[in-house]
């Protein structure tokens, strides 16, 4: 190694390696081993921006969009029913279809679809499940606005079951998108299938879709048509016969026609909501909506009457004239003279008539 004395201070020109060592005031570094660190300090930098805690992040959702009132015309004579055409009808179920129910062709003709129909605004409305149109349902139509959601939070694709009302609705970017009639399991005990003897019950809880089949599908209890299964073998499928009270074994009904919109809206995944009071075992009371009621009798609700036409307002009173003043009596001197007139009669001779 080559010592180099340069000002008083030994540097040693070649180290091992290739290395380059200093030594000097007595103290030596070995190129082998790290040159000291200075920790950094720990006191905090002054700045001039504070630091702030971020505040949670909260979702808000959009609005439930309400459908704008319209003029509707007053409804023919007495209430409409199925069989009945009209061209009133006509406007009525436009608006229906405008509302996301299913009254099925805009045509003027109260056909079983429309039935459906009105039976599901029936139900909304906490009305009498008679599936007819009338002026309070006219007047109602025209001011239609949707109920509340029942899982306000929930996803924006979604379907909700009202165990209560007997409703149906499908939600697609939290906006109504479909509102029909069901009827679900009616508590009553049955026999039949893989589980054997159970209790019709549409459990109440969050499902998501998980299988379908379309058209018909043969099952152990009987043909479903485009079912959409939910919870193992409940499902959502249409039915030729979809009473307005619980009647099924579990599964929600829906009418056949309306099956195949349902279809064209829900998909493998999409969330499914049952709300309400799940039927109890051995069905509902006689005296409840749900249990026989729905038609308008026992402790159904009434729908509100018509309102009454305004009185017609009494004629009003002639004006009084006061009578005109007698004329007054003047004596005059009057001579009339009298013209005898004599006047000739001529009869015609008798006419003959000639015979054949």
Known sequence: MLLVVLGGVAVAALGVGGAIAFAGGGETSSAAEPPATTAPSTA?????????????????????????????????????????????????????????????PVDGVFDERTRHA????????GWPRDGMIDQPFVDALATFRYPDPLVPQGEADRVEIDLDRQVLTVYKGWQVALISTTSTGNGKRFCGGADGCQYAVTPVGRYQFTWHVDGWRDG????????????????????????????????????????????????????????????????????SVNGGAGSGGGSAPVRPPAPAPAPTPAPAPPPSVEPAPPPQQVETSTTTATTATTSTTTTPPPTTTAGP
């Open 44 to 104: 905090r930098r002054p700045s001039s921006t504070s630091s702030t805690t971020a505040a949670p992040t909260t979702t808000t959702l959009p609005p439930l969009a309400q459908p704008a009132p319209v003029a509707l015309p007053a409804v023919p004579g007495g209430p409409l029913r199925q069989g009945h055409r009209s061209l009133q009808l006509y406007t009525y179920e436009e608006r229906l279809a405008a509302l996301h129910f299913d009254p099925g």
């Open 118 to 125: 009105a039976e599901a605004f029936d139900k909304l409305m």
């Open 220 to 287: 152990d209890l009987g043909r479903l048509y485009n079912p959409w299964y939910f919870n193992g073998g409940i499902a959502v499928h249409g039915y030729p016969s979809v009473p307005t009270k619980p009647a099924s074994h579990g599964c929600a009904r829906i009418p056949m026609a309306t099956s195949e919109i349902f279809a064209t809206l829900v998909y493998r995944g999409m969330a499914v909501y049952v709300v309400g009071t799940q039927a109890p075992e051995g069905g509902y009371p006689p005296d």
